[in-house]
């Protein structure tokens, strides 16, 4: 008896490998301020959380569209749990494309947050 | 007698002050391939260096639009020299906002460009 491949469901949704993630289209999803700070909460929540757990300043529309956007580049995976929407950082994929970039990105945005607060 | 502050020409071409630089809009700047490239040779090079001294694929109007959203964003500072409008990586004032970034962004751009001839 052989053991199936899984079949992709239709909710399976599309994800870049390793090899197609280019570091142009992950510079461009963290350009935008709402998907910076989703990228910054996943990092410092470490655990894959929900669409609806993110209070993002922008509809329903829009929200789905920068998750989107963050999938597509390779910066998170997204999937699905019952009706739930799960996002998670791709932490090791990005790391082992683009060694330190993650974190040194993370820093970068946590000195900027800190700047304007003291300003 | 008092010396007086350097008049601005209207060949100044205006920059952010440090204050204004985003860690947004650098990420956009670099999310081309083109300005990423131009950003990486300048890095290389380690001087200032004339527009003409690219060889970008794109047209002369296309280049000056790259050109400036490097400069608008903080990457790079363009001052006019005769005809010629020279171009300088913002290095201290990135490394001074964004401590590592600069750097790790050049090293990843350089992990990438090795991964593409490798395979």
Same mark, same amino acid.
């Given at each position: 008896?052989?053991?199936?491949?899984?079949?992709?469901?239709?909710?399976?949704?599309?994800?870049?490998?390793?090899? +197609?993630? &280019?570091?142009?289209?992950?510079?461009?999803?963290?350009?935008?301020?709402?998907?910076?700070?989703?990228?910054? /909460?996943?990092?410092?929540?470490?655990?894959?959380? *929900?669409?609806?757990?993110?209070?993002?300043?922008? !509809?329903?529309?829009?929200?789905?569209?920068?998750?989107?956007?963050?999938?597509?580049?390779?910066?998170?995976?997204?999937?699905? /749990?019952?009706?739930?929407?799960?996002?998670?950082?791709?932490?090791?994929?990005? +790391?082992? @494309?683009?060694?330190?970039?993650?974190? !040194?990105? @993370?820093?970068?945005?946590?000195?900027?947050?800190?700047? &304007?607060?003291? *300003?």
């Amino acid at each position: 008896m052989t053991t199936a491949a899984p079949v992709p469901s239709s909710r399976d949704l599309p994800h870049p490998t390793c090899e +197609e993630i &280019r570091l142009e289209g992950v510079l461009h999803a963290l350009s935008d301020p709402v998907r910076l700070g989703i990228v910054r /909460e996943l990092a410092a929540e470490g655990v894959a959380l *929900a669409c609806s757990h993110f209070d993002v300043p922008v !509809t329903k529309s829009t929200s789905t569209h920068h998750f989107r956007v963050l999938r597509e580049s390779g910066v998170i995976r997204q999937i699905y /749990e019952g009706t739930a929407k799960m996002n998670a950082l791709r932490r090791d994929d990005l +790391e082992t @494309l683009f060694p330190g970039l993650l974190d !040194t990105l @993370l820093a970068a945005a946590t000195h900027q947050a800190n700047r &304007r607060t003291e *300003a």
